[in-house]
T-cell receptor
Framework: DVKVTQSSRYLVKRTGEKVFLECVQDMDHENMFWYRQDPGLGLRLIYFSYDVKMKEKGDIPEGYSVSREKKERFSLILESASTNQTSMYLC????????????FGNGTRLTVT | SQQGEEDPQALSIQEGENATMNCSYKTSINNLQWYRQNSGRGLVHLILIRSNEREKHSGRLRVTLDTSKKSSSLLITASRAADTASYFCAKNSGGSNYKLTFGKGTLLTVNP
């Protein structure tokens, strides 16, 4: 089975801190994604990557950046955390071939105070 | 903008009953996927239906797709308490094969 591991389940950070959320997948998937999930808004795509060092903006990239130096690892970076970035963050991976489902990690619940 | 809007937002049924959730979308699709999310966990893929398919089955799950109405439905038959979860549909956007756009989900509660 595909395993997508997010480094932290819960994280509490202060406003202005630089925050790193890490995600690792073990199935050699080409594509990796970061979503945030908020009540009433569903899942929204922040960034995705289709290859090492390649990235594309999703629907809500403002305030975030990403890094993919190795195929198995995809990091989400909050350069200067703000309270409106308090959310559940979900990482996912998939193969490139068409009609491939996403495999999700268990999420990181980030609270910015 | 959000694609893949689920209806209803919440559904409460008794064990043994069937549960039907609907999903509408606005533009053409390559495929539409359904996911389940247990409380506080990540999403789990349930079933994928391609744009040229009309119906798919997987165990107690049945998914239909009507491209003329831009809608899909997920039917869970003989529901169990363990089916309690949020269910999301996700549309494969036309631009990139691997980009999915999710709706807001239906919260299903199955009462024992």
């Amino acid at each position: 089975d595909v395993k997508v591991t997010q480094s932290s389940r819960y994280l509490v950070k202060r406003t202005g801190e630089k925050v790193f959320l890490e995600c690792v997948q073990d199935m050699d998937h080409e594509n990796m994604f970061w979503y945030r999930q908020d009540p009433g808004l569903g899942l929204r795509l922040i960034y995705f990557s289709y290859d090492v060092k390649m990235k594309e903006k999703g629907d809500i990239p403002e305030g975030y950046s990403v890094s993919r130096e190795k195929k198995e690892r995809f990091s989400l970076i909050l350069e200067s955390a703000s309270t409106n970035q308090t959310s559940m963050y979900l990482c996912a991976s998939s193969q490139t071939r068409g009609n491939s489902p996403l495999h999700f990690g268990n999420g990181t619940r980030l609270t910015v105070t | 903008s959000q694609q893949g809007e689920e209806d209803p937002q919440a559904l409460s049924i008794q064990e043994g009953e069937n549960a039907t959730m609907n999903c509408s979308y606005k533009t053409s699709i390559n495929n539409l996927q359904w996911y389940r999310q247990n409380s506080g966990r990540g999403l789990v893929h349930l079933i994928l239906i391609r744009s040229n398919e009309r119906e798919k089955h997987s165990g107690r799950l049945r998914v239909t797709l009507d491209t003329s109405k831009k809608s899909s439905s997920l039917l869970i038959t003989a529901s169990r308490a363990a089916d309690t979860a949020s269910y999301f549909c996700a549309k494969n956007s036309g631009g990139s094969n691997y980009k999915l756009t999710f709706g807001k989900g239906t919260l299903l509660t199955v009462n024992p």
